[in-house]
């Protein structure tokens, strides 16, 4: 997956990716933007989410991975 492209299947995550959501879901708008995927699922990928701490469960179409050198607040390095 390369640019803003989101997953279609769950073979395109794997355990320990950082992650962003979709902007359309409810999280994402609250702010709850970033994650690493935990766990991959039959159906799910379950993601640990930075600024809650929660799992939140979720299909490959509403979650993207970052790519290297994209901003990523939680592992942010300036300021």
């Given at each position: 997956?390369?640019?803003?492209?989101y997953g279609e299947k769950l073979s395109d995550?794997?355990?320990g990716d950082r992650v962003e959501l979709h902007p359309e879901t409810d999280?994402?708008?609250r702010g709850n933007?970033?994650?690493m995927v935990e766990v991959i699922g039959k159906r799910y990928v379950?993601?640990?989410?930075?600024?809650s701490?929660?799992?939140y469960s979720t299909?490959?179409?509403?979650?993207?991975?970052?790519?290297d050198g994209e901003s990523d607040p939680f592992f942010s390095t300036d300021g």
């Open positions: 997956m390369t640019g803003h492209t995550f794997k355990v999280l994402w708008m933007r970033f994650g379950h993601v640990r989410m930075d600024r701490g929660g799992i299909t490959p179409r509403h979650i993207r991975i970052l790519q």
